[in-house]
């Protein structure tokens, strides 16, 4: 993977990406083309032309300069989630963003025609003339303005304060709106995490419909409509009705404007999700046609456990979600009947299976336990990796700790082999060590306390190979005196109860971001966040600014936060790197997280009359959004 552009480097590409030969900007001779789908529409007068639709500065593809086959318009694209909430999925493969990467994983301009940056600190976004919301409604500053001003700053429907990602050192920015295309963010110190935030899988979302959302809003609306609205919705008030309106990233309200390729058309606990082409949409290829090529993308709800059965008989046109390495020698075999082809990408997380030891656990005498890095190590050192790697993925993973993949500039062997040999006889040596030395009858250690060493980990349930995976660990831990409990939980009701301190280990993936590079946020590092199943409480401190949770109280905890800091207001590439390095180095030496391989591949359903999928890729969720870095607008189905 190449590494992101230094500052002065980005700054020089979000600023001049006209000249670039994948993204360009500016209609000048460019003859546009109708979409066939939406010839009746214009032709009846519901919706303008193509030419009237598209901004003033659209953003031009040069697919064939990517080494792709330009497309045509039309077809429905089949896919298949596990659960209703998973639509949200559109909205990260569909991978509009202010600013997003590259397929060489540079930022660059998308929504926005170009970013000046100055210093790290000051940001001036411009925004493209003529750019539309999927309604018709311009794009401008104000959609921004409204966000900022009167969603994030607004106590009740912000009542945490304005996002961490807005603040340096705790101070906000001073933003200046100059006109309907140019606005300005300027903080008093660097904020290295504004732009790449901005191109994550899951954006922070810093603007908003203003034209839908003001009337909803307590200091534009009507006071009698919105209260009349907040009875019907049965709901506590206007801010909550605002905010469950308000789900840019959710995608589940139809009637909210979107920017991304395609719009929800379907009503919310829908068994069948049907996604159509935005028609406002700021992206042409350089023939004139209009992206995404694909009409629409049909989204069927089914259980997870029915997805890779319902793609071997050909019910998915793209698929990824829902599959993993343990089916792709069946899915292979059903290529000719099920009439698609399985690409086995990369995957991009750092640990395909890990665990997580919560230190914020809400049990004293088991927190002791798990803070004790002893522990940590020794239930790490009584995995056999090499037997999971081969009972189940044929030995084409690698057996290693959670730690920087090959593909990042970081990756650091020691850092992978980190306590991840299968050693029982060093696992017994550091357990008797810090005390747990005593047994029952069936050979499980005892707790200080008298209660048997049994560890429960939870689970979202949704992947067969956790559960194999655990059964095997339950064995070699057996071996040592650790009973392993397995408990498949609801994924909502599993991140609620390790956010609540009551989840002792959860199951997960390792970190998203097993790529890293030096301008990538060491947030999954530290204790910034609760989605983090290493210190939940940690990072409920952090993201409320002391309002809940707890405050990093072990020392490498406090290490790793003044790090986060460093980072955040490092100037260079070269700071940021040492930082980095001495964060993956805290983790390998502490074991946080227990990964047990990473590298596996990941199966690519694709139909074989899908163009420009890529037959080999990686699938990761930050940065790359999965299908997003590969830009889904851009696939097309032949006739």
Known sequence: MTRLASLSRRAAALAGAAAMSV???????????????????VGEGQLPAVADRAPEEPLIVDIEGKGR????????IRTIVGRAKDIRMMVVYGYARLVGYDDHYNLVPDILRAVDEEEGRVFTLHLRKGHKWSDGHPFT?????????????????????????????????????????????????????????????????????????????VKYGDAAEIAAMVEKSKVRGWAQLHNRLDNMYDLDNPDLPTLQPWMNTSPKGAQRYVMRRNPYFHRFDMDGRQLPYIDE?????????????????????????????????????????????????KSGVASEIALYPNLTYEDPAW???????RFRRALSLAVDRAIINK??????????????????????EANAEAWAQFDPAEANRLLDEMGLDQRAGDGTRLMPDGRPVEIIVETAGERPEEADALELVAETWRDIGVKLIYRPLDRDILRNRAYAGQSMMPVWFGWNNG???????????????QANFSWPRWGQYYQTSGGSGEEPDTPEGKRLMELFDQWSSAKTDQERSEIWKEMLAIHADQVFVIGLVNQAPQPVVASNKLRNVPEKGLYAWDPGAHFGVHRMDEFFFVK
């Open 515 to 529: 790529v890293p590079t030096p301008e990538a946020a060491p947030q999954e590092l530290a204790p910034v966040d």
């Open 141 to 217: 500053t104000e959609d921004i303005r409204y966000w900022w001003e009167d969603v994030a700053n607004n106590e009740e429907l912000s009542p945490g304060g304005v996002p961490a990602l807005m603040l340096v050192n705790g101070e906000p920015p001073n933003v200046t709106v100059t006109d309907e295309t140019t606005i300005r963010f300027e903080w008093p110190a660097a904020n290295p995490s504004f732009l790449p935030a901005l191109a994550q899988a899951r954006p922070p979302f810093i603007y908003r419909p203003a034209h839908f959302m003001k009337k909803y809003h």
């Open 367 to 373: 927190r002791e336990v798990m803070r004790d890095v």
């Open 23 to 41: 993204f360009a900007s500016g209609a000048a001779a460019l003859d546009m083309v109708e979409t066939p789908i939406l010839m009746h529409p």
């Open 297 to 345: 993308v049909d989204m069927t709800v089914a259980a997870g456990g029915l997805i890779p059965a319902k793609v071997n008989v050909g019910e998915s046109d793209l698929q990824a979600r829902g599959l993993s390495f343990a089916d792709a020698p069946v899915l292979k075999k059903g290529e000719e009947g099920g009439g698609y082809v399985t690409h086995l990408w």
């Open 69 to 76: 086959r330009v497309g045509q318009h039309g077809g429905t």
């Open 391 to 412: 009972s189940l993925f044929f030995g084409l993973a690698k057996p290693a700790a959670n730690s920087a993949l090959p593909e990042s500039p970081f990756y650091d």
